[in-house]
Structure formats: C-alpha cells, structure tokens
C-alpha cells in the first residue's frame, strides 16, 4: 500500500497510536492524531518521539467534521468501532485498517500470530524464543508489549515477526495474512465489547480469514470451539492435544512430546522436563511445538527451549518467600479461565486474591474448578459483590472483602501459614484501579518485597 502524501487519522494515543504514527511519518504520510485525552492528560513523555516529525493534533477535539478530507484512518487496540466518527468513515468508504494491519503491510518478514483467550503471552514468548534459538532473526511483537509498527521498518527477508495477536487487534485487519496462525483456546471473554460469545468467536477467526493453502493454521483439539472452526479454515490444519494421538500436530505420547506430519513422527522431549508448570502450560508448548516444527527447526533446539524457557512476568510467576509464605504474580489472569489455569497449578494451600474491573464474565465456574488447596479468598474491585454472589451460590463461604489491593495483599499474608501460597490471579481485568496488568503485577510484588 502506498502511503506517501495520504491524509491518514491515528485513533488511539497509548503506544500503538504512537507507534502507528510514528511510522506513517516515515512513509511520507500526512499524519492526523486523535485522542480522546487532551495532550496535557496523556502521559510525560508518550509523544516524545512523534514530536520529532510534522504531524496535526486533534488531541480531545471531535474529528468527525474531518473524516471527508482523510484517505485512512488506523485504530489502536480496543477503540470502540460504534464511534460515530467511525460509522461517519465507513458510511464515506473510507479505508479503517487495524495497527497490526499497517505494520504487516509494511514489513518484510514471514508472521507468526499467536490468539486465543489465555495462554498468547506464554506462547509468543516460548515460539519466538525458539526461533530466536534456532538462528533467526526474531522479532515478537504484537499484544505481547511492543506494537508491530514499532519494528515493521527493520524487518528483513527471511526475518520472523512472532505476534500475539488478541481479538481486540483483529477486528479491522484487511490483508493481514500470516504464514502460520495458532488459536490455543477460546472461553468466555471480552463480553463487556462483543455483547455475545459468537461476535467474539468470529473476531478470533479473523486470523486465519486471508490464510491460502500453503500456510498452517495450528489448532486446539481439546477445545471444543477451536474444533469447530477448522471447516472455515483454507490453511493445512494442524492440531495440539494433550488427550490425544493426533495423525498431524503436537501431542503426548507414554510421557514425551510428539509431533506428527504425513504419518512421520518425531519424538521431542519428555512432557516431565519441561520447565513451566500446568497442564495449560504443556497446551502452551505443545502449540509452540508445532509451530517450529511446522517451520522447520530442529527438534533439538525445540527441546533444548522447552527445557530452558524460564516463563513471562506476571504469568504463575514466583515472587518471594516470606517466612514460610510464598507469594504467586499472577496478574496477566485477566479472566475466570485463566485463573482456573493457575488454581490447577497450585499444589499446596493456596489463598486467592480476586477481582477487579467487570468484563461481563461468569464466575460461577470459576468457584466450581476450586480444589482442596484453595482455602481462602480475597475479594476486591468493581466485581467484589459479583464474585462474592457467586461463591456463595456455589457454597464458597470462606472469602474475605477487602478495603483496597494493599488491603488484600496483607489480609492474604496474614491468613497464610508457613508452606502456603498468596496467589494474585484477579480473574478480572484491572482498569478499575491500575493502567494495566502489568503495574497491577508490579505493584503486588513491590508490596511483597516490602513484607
């Protein structure tokens, strides 16, 4: 796409607008930024790099009346498509392509894009890892922390872009096409912006949507949903199991990670040796199994990863042992799902922190997942009534309300005894008190480095 001298409207200021931004001044665009938030109430320092080049702001100023005279516009992660500047866009065919899309039509290197409801963080990081391993130039990118428009400019031939790519981010690509796609799983999630789980479902299947039959798309066959997509699919279907024997993808086999293509086995690893913990986690791997398999790399350099790869922050990550208390940052539990995940992985006495920002979701199956070694529960957040509700249907007597997250952290502390763990997994997202999942995971271990 030719963007040289187009009139194009960035919506969204946080670091993919800026990003975004940033790069079509690159390309000679004509670039419009919008916000809701006036540049005096975005934060010191966001614009920094934008500010080198000429651009226009329209920074807390309706746009709409100037949607006639723009060629583009390129939304952020999660901005409302009801906008009615939006809807003005559309009405006038005007082209509204996601950040994700602006950087895959930019770069030069073969994408690798990784959903689904949990598990994208462990599986980006762990897929990139490999390939950084196996002597590729890797860029991972995407909903991981680092906007794919940030680096599109650097990509090369023969370069890898492993993206994390969340729904919220595909809802207006339009030629987006990776080589390889994954969805690892897909539960309730993100109700609050898609109403019902099938406008989430097709949101999702947008990664595959531009996938022609030389590329692979890696599925879950475990999630019933996931499944169910392969049909729609044009891409070669390969699968991941930890319950079956699977004639193409990643499975378990008398203990030992497998993959299969064409009727050819190759045995990787066994599942004991890897090195992050749960049964999700396995899923998680197996995913990223297939996918450098799939590309061709050794199997060695895949198991010599599996064996390696430490985990992300803020993923079932161990924080500190205080008197006998250890203490669990699990903050990227943005959902009842992913919290389940966590609870599984826990195998001593375990009090839970829950609750933050509603999200729509149904906690009433998160509280029947509970095991023996849940013994209490913090409860806190926009969602402290709702999680207490459903525990109580579920017969869960045994939770604490909270007077603030610090409140939570210590109530949690003094509960536990010596050989406990204190796991933060809100279920929920965090916007109704931190700017993300990662300053709410930060600010949980510095209050437990200060214990």
């Excluded at 920074?59 to 500047?85: A, H, K, N, Q, Y």
């Excluded at 985990?311 to 208390?325: A, L, M, P, T």
């Amino acid at each position: 796409m030719e963007y040289k001298n187009k009139k194009v409207l960035v919506i969204g200021m946080a670091k993919s607008g800026v990003s975004s931004a940033v790069l079509l001044c690159k390309l000679g665009a004509d670039v419009t930024i919008y916000d809701v938030k006036r540049k005096s109430d975005l934060p010191e320092g966001l614009l920094a790099e934008l500010d080198r080049y000429e651009y226009h702001d329209m920074l807390g100023v309706d746009p709409t009346d100037r949607i006639e005279e723009m060629d583009m516009l390129v939304l952020s992660p999660g901005v409302p498509l009801g906008l009615p500047f939006i809807k003005r866009a559309y009405e006038l065919n005007k082209k509204v392509i996601a950040e994700i899309e602006l950087g895959f039509d930019v770069s030069k290197a073969d994408f690798i894009a990784i959903t689904g409801t949990n598990g994208k963080t462990t599986t980006t990081a762990l897929t990139g890892e490999i390939f950084k391993n196996a002597g590729i130039h890797t860029h991972v990118l995407g909903n991981i922390g680092v906007p794919i428009t940030q680096e599109a400019l650097d990509t090369q031939p023969g370069d890898v872009v492993v993206a994390e790519t969340a729904a919220l981010q595909l809802d207006t690509i339009d030629t987006y096409r990776p080589k390889e796609s994954a969805i690892l799983n897909i539960t309730e999630d993100h109700l609050d912006r898609y109403g019902t789980m099938e406008n989430y479902i097709a949101a999702k299947a947008k990664i595959f949507k531009n996938q022609r039959p030389e590329d692979f798309c890696v599925l879950n066959y475990d999630n019933e949903i996931v499944r169910g997509l392969a049909h729609e699919i044009d891409a070669q279907v390969f699968w991941f199991s930890t319950d079956h024997i699977l004639t193409n993808g990643a499975y378990v086999r008398d203990g030992n990670i497998c993959f299969a293509k064409d009727g050819e086995v190759q045995v990787i690893m066994p599942a004991k040796e890897l090195h992050i913990p749960g049964k999700h986690n396995l899923e998680n791997a197996l995913a990223a199994t297939a996918l450098a398999c799939l590309y061709g790399i050794p199997v060695k350099v895949v198991a010599d990863t599996l064996r390696e790869f430490p985990g992300v922050e803020h993923r079932i990550e161990f924080v500190r042992k205080v008197n006998g208390v250890s203490f669990i940052n699990d903050s990227k539990g943005t959902n009842p799902d992913a919290t389940i995940n966590a609870i599984h992985a826990m195998t001593e006495p375990t009090v839970l922190i829950l609750g933050g920002y509603d999200k729509k979701n149904d906690f009433v199956p998160l509280f029947m997942e509970f095991t023996p070694m849940i013994k209490a529960v913090l409860v806190l957040g926009d969602t402290a009534q709702k999680v207490i509700d459903a525990a109580l249907a579920c017969g869960y007597e045994n939770y604490i309300k909270a007077n603030g997250f610090e409140d939570a952290v210590l109530k949690a502390y003094s509960i536990a005894e010596p050989g406990d763990n204190v796991l933060l997994s809100p279920a929920c997202a965090s916007w109704d008190m931190f700017e993300n999942f990662e300053q709410r995971g930060s600010v949980f271990k510095e209050i437990v480095k200060g214990l």
